[in-house]
Structures are given as structure tokens and as C-alpha cells.
């Protein structure tokens, strides 16, 4: 069956700018999870959802960064006012449910000028 | 705390020798789950595989092999007969129970040379 899927694999914006970055989760997966990756900090969690509400934001960086997902399906991560150090690769994930093991999407590239 | 130690940032070997890489983690939860996860140039992180911490028998699924000590709280991956495809970063995980979370390593740059 289909993976995770994430769009735009790659986006390039200018600073200041807000972006919008997508995960369509494998079909059936009640639980969904954003992850940054970056050179200097590893793989670092950002926010991991339940259906549609968010038990664990703990890993969003400011309140800058923003997501939500509908129908327990599609989740949006939203950076608004894009600053330098907010490149990186956004990475999502989905699992049956917690505590079932996590499948990753292939990333967006985020780099901001 | 909750942590996962990846010891070896980069490994280099010929085609055709064992390697081992390195896990070493730390939690108070008596129940717990283990993951490795490879990530090739690609990009991808791809599952390799899970372990609880309530099963302590070790696994070998073609090439790899896992050996989970709980006594010195170690999951340690063994790729044998070692080739170029296996050139990736290899990647440690412990499940975060109270929040869902994959808790990473620093991550184990593997490199193959023919």
C-alpha cells in the first residue's frame, strides 16, 4: 500500500515568509507525528497527534510554528515569519496508533534565504 | 531521562566485514520499546526494526542481527557480510510513553567501500 507522503519535497522561500508544509499519513494510521531534522541538532520531535488533537506540542520550537490536522487524516505544519535557522528537513510520520511502530515520509527540504 | 547514546559517529569497512553499531539508552519506564531505523543518501528514514523491552530474545532477519542486553541497557545492530547498499546513517530509537515520541541518537554514519 502507499507510504506517507509529504509535499513539496523541496521548498526554497525568503525570510519572513510563511510556509505551509503537508503529510498525508498511510491510510488507517490514527497517529501522526512531525520531526525536524537539521545538522547541527539531530532528529528532534516537534508535535504528535491523535486523531485530531494534539496531545504533545512539547516539541514546537516557538510560537512561530503552528499544525493541524483534519479528519483525522492530512496534517498542515505551518512556520510563519520564516527565520534562517528554521531550515532544515521536516520530516512525518504515522503509526496505527500509540505506541505502534512509526513510518516515515521522504522529508521537505526547507531552506530559507 | 530519557536518552539514546549512538557512540560511533562514523564507521568505515570493506565490502564483506562484519560491522556492529552501537545503542546505548537510558529510561525509567519498565516497559519499553526500541527501534533502528536506516536512512540512505536518499533521505528516507526507513524501519528496520522494534523491540520490547519485555522480550529479550534476539533477532536476525537475513544479514542483521539485534542483540538487546537489558542488563547493560544496549541494542546493539550487527550487519554481516557487510556491502555497499548497506552505506546509509543507522539511526537508534526509544518510544517516549508519555508523549508518543521517538527519542533519536546521534545517529551511526556507516560507510561500505567495494
Known amino acids: 500500500g502507499a507510504g506517507v507522503s509529504q509535499s513539496p519535497s523541496n521548498k526554497v522561500t525568503e525570510k519572513g515568509k510563511d510556509v505551509e508544509l503537508r503529510c498525508d499519513p498511510i491510510?488507517?494510521?490514527?497517529?501522526l507525528y512531525w520531526y525536524r531534522q537539521s545538522l547541527g541538532q539531530g532528529l528532534e520531535f516537534l508535535i504528535y497527534f491523535q486523531g485530531n488533537s494534539a496531545p504533545d506540542k512539547s516539541g514546537l520550537p516557538s510560537d512561530r510554528f503552528s499544525a493541524e490536522r483534519t479528519g483525522g487524516s492530512v496534517s498542515t505544519l505551518t512556520i510563519q515569519r520564516t527565520q534562517q535557522e528554521d531550515s532544515a528537513v521536516y520530516l512525518c510520520?504515522?503509526?496505527?496508533?500509540?505506541?505502534?511502530?512509526?513510518?516515515f515520509g521522504p522529508g521537505t527540504r526547507l531552506l530559507v534565504l | 531521562a530519557q536518552k539514546v547514546t549512538q557512540a560511533q559517529t562514523e564507521i568505515s569497512v570493506v565490502e564483506k566485514e562484519d560491522v556492529t553499531l552501537d545503542c546505548v539508552y537510558e529510561t525509567r519506564d519498565t516497559t519499553y520499546y526500541l527501534f533502528w531505523y536506516k536512512q540512505p543518501p536518499s533521505g528516507e528514514l526507513v524501519f528496520l526494526i522494534r523491540?520490547?523491552?519485555?522480550?529479550?530474545q534476539n533477532e536476525i532477519s537475513g544479514r542483521y542481527s539485534w542483540n538487546f542486553q537489558k542488563s547493560t541497557s544496549s541494542f546493539n545492530f550487527t550487519i554481516t557480510a557487510s556491502q555497499v547498499v548497506d552505506s546509509a546513517v543507522y539511526f537508534c530509537a526509544l518510544y517516549y510513553n508519555q508523549g508518543g515520541k521517538l527519542i533519536f541518537g546521534q545517529g551511526t554514519e556507516l560507510s561500505v567501500k567495494p
Open positions: 510520520a504515522s503509526s496505527l496508533g500509540q505506541k505502534e511502530t512509526q513510518y
Open positions: 491510510s488507517g494510521h490514527t497517529a
Open positions: 523491540r520490547n523491552s519485555f522480550d529479550e
